[in-house]
C-alpha cells in the first residue's frame, strides 16, 4: 500500500531519512506487529509504534487497569481505573494515529490460542511480566518462526534482545528452566521504577521497526542490559544452545505445553506463588478476632522495612524474609504465631522455614496486608 498525502505530512520527518523513505515507510505501513500485555512495556510500545506509523497492531491482554499501573503504564489516565487495558489502549492509539489498524484479544493468552493469535503477524513483542506467558511466547513464536522482540524490569534494571530460534537463541537457550517459584519477585513484590519499561519498551519498540526496515545490526544474539542507577547500558553475547528442546539440532518440545505446570505458577499471576501445602491459614477477620480476644500471639511481619513504613497491622514485628533463619531465635517454638507480608506469598516461604526448624504453631495470613486492609481496616494503606 502507498502513502496517502496526509500519512506524507505526517511522517515527513521519517521521509526525509535516507534510512527510511517513502520505501521503507510503506513497509512500516505495511507490517503487522503483536503486543502481548498492554501494561509497563506495551504502553510506550503501543504509543511510540502507532505513532511510527505500523499499520497493523494487535493487543493481547484480558487485565483491568489497576490504580497502581499509573505509575509506570503511561497509556493509561485515572479516569480509565477499572477499564479494560486492551480497549483503552485501542482508543488511545486511535487517538494518536487513525491509520493504524488494532485487533483486541481481551483474552488469556494460552497454548490453546496461541498459534492462532500469533500466526498472522509479522513480529511479536513480549510485553509480560510472567515465566509461563514468556516461555509460551517463545516456543510458539519458534514454532512459526516469528522474530521475539524481548523485554523485562525489575526495580532500577532491565533487559531486551531478540530471540528467533531462525537466526539465533531463543529464550530457552538462555534459560532453558524457569526458576523455582517465589524465587525472583515480581514487580508487584519487589517494585519498579516507574520511568523504566519507558526505557526498556523503546528499545523494543526501536529493534521492532530495524527489522521491518532491514537497517542496522538487530539484537539477535545480544543481550542488553541496563541499570538506571549507574546509568548503564552493557551488552552480553548469546550462543544458540545445540541441545535447546525447542529451537536446538533435536527439539524434545514440537509443541505447545502445560506452561502453568511447567512453571509451577498460574497464568497471568502478579504475585510470587509457592506450595501451601502443610501451611495453616488464617483470614484477616480471624485475626481480628484473635486480638479482640486478646489470645496470646506474636504476629510476624516478613516484608521489607520500606514497605512496613507504608503500612503495618498493629503489634506486628517485623523480620524482613530474608532474616527469618538468621532471626528465628527471637522467637519461641512454644508460641502461636501469625505471619503475614503484603499478599501471603512471602509469608508462605517464611512458614516453611520456620517449619523446618521445629516451629510448630504457625498460621499464614491469608491475603496478606491487603487483605487486612480490605476485610478489617480500610485506613491501612493499599501498595
Keep these: 500500500m502507498s502513502l496517502s498525502q ?22 512500516l505501513k505495511n507490517a503487522s506487529i503483536l503486543l502481548i500485555g498492554c501494561g509497563g512495556l506495551g504502553s510506550p510500545l503501543g504509543l511510540y509504534l502507532s505513532a511510527a506509523g505500523i ?19 503511561v497509556m493509561f489516565g485515572t479516569q480509565d481505573v477499572g477499564r479494560p487495558k486492551a480497549e483503552v489502549a485501542k482508543e ?15 483474552e488469556k493468552f494460552t497454548a490453546e490460542n496461541a498459534m492462532k493469535i500469533i500466526k498472522d503477524y509479522d513480529i511479536v513483542i513480549d510485553g509480560t511480566d510472567n515465566f509461563p506467558t514468556r516461555y509460551l511466547v517463545n516456543d510458539a513464536c519458534v514454532f512459526l518462526k516469528k522474530p521475539n522482540v524481548y523485554g ?13 530460534g531462525e537466526k539465533g537463541p531463543c529464550y530457552r537457550c538462555l534459560y532453558p528452566e524457569p526458576p523455582p517459584p517465589g524465587m525472583v519477585p515480581s514487580c508487584a513484590e519487589g517494585g519498579v521504577l516507574g520511568i523504566l519499561p519507558g526505557i526498556i519498551g523503546l528499545l523494543q519498540a526501536t529493534e521492532a521497526i530495524k527489522l521491518i526496515l532491514g537497517k542496522g545490526d538487530p539484537m539477535i544474539g ?31 518440545i514440537t509443541q505447545l505445553i502445560d506452561y502453568e505446570q511447567f512453571c509451577g505458577i498460574g497464568l497471568g499471576q502478579e504475585e510470587a506463588t509457592v506450595s501451601t501445602a502443610g501451611i495453616p491459614e488464617i483470614t484477616a477477620q480471624e485475626l481480628k478476632a484473635k486480638m479482640d480476644r486478646k489470645d496470646k500471639f506474636v504476629l510476624v511481619d516478613v516484608r521489607e522495612p520500606h ?7 498493629p503489634g506486628g514485628r517485623l523480620i524482613p524474609l530474608g532474616e527469618i533463619t538468621q ?41 496478606g496486608i ?14
Design 92 to 106: 488511545r492509539i486511535g487517538q494518536i494515529n487513525p491509520n493504524v489498524q488494532v485487533t483486541v484479544y481481551r
Design 370 to 383: 491487603l487483605a487486612w486492609s480490605e476485610d478489617v481496616d480500610s485506613t491501612v494503606l493499599k501498595y
Design 222 to 252: 545480544r543481550l542488553l542490559l541496563f541499570n538506571a542507577l549507574d546509568m548503564k547500558f552493557r551488552e552480553v553475547k548469546l550462543q544458540k544452545d545445540p541441545e535447546c528442546p525447542v529451537c536446538g539440532k533435536n527439539p524434545t
Design 152 to 164: 523485562s524490569i525489575f526495580r532500577f534494571e532491565g533487559q531486551a534482545t531478540i530471540f528467533w
Design 55 to 73: 499499520g497493523r497492531l494487535g493487543l493481547v491482554d484480558f487485565d483491568l487497569i489497576d490504580f497502581t499501573n499509573l505509575q509506570r503504564q
Design 6 to 27: 496526509e500519512e506524507v505530512l505526517r511522517y515527513s520527518r521519517h521521509l526525509i531519512m535516507p534510512e527510511v523513505g517513502v520505501e521503507g515507510q510503506e513497509k
Design 307 to 313: 514497605e512496613y513504613q507504608i503500612a503495618k497491622i
Design 327 to 367: 532471626r528465628a531465635h527471637e522467637l519461641d517454638t512454644a508460641d502461636d504465631i501469625v505471619v503475614h507480608c503484603r499478599s501471603g506469598a512471602r509469608s508462605a516461604k517464611a512458614i516453611q522455614a520456620l517449619q523446618k526448624m521445629g516451629f510448630k504453631r504457625l498460621h499464614n495470613l491469608k491475603g
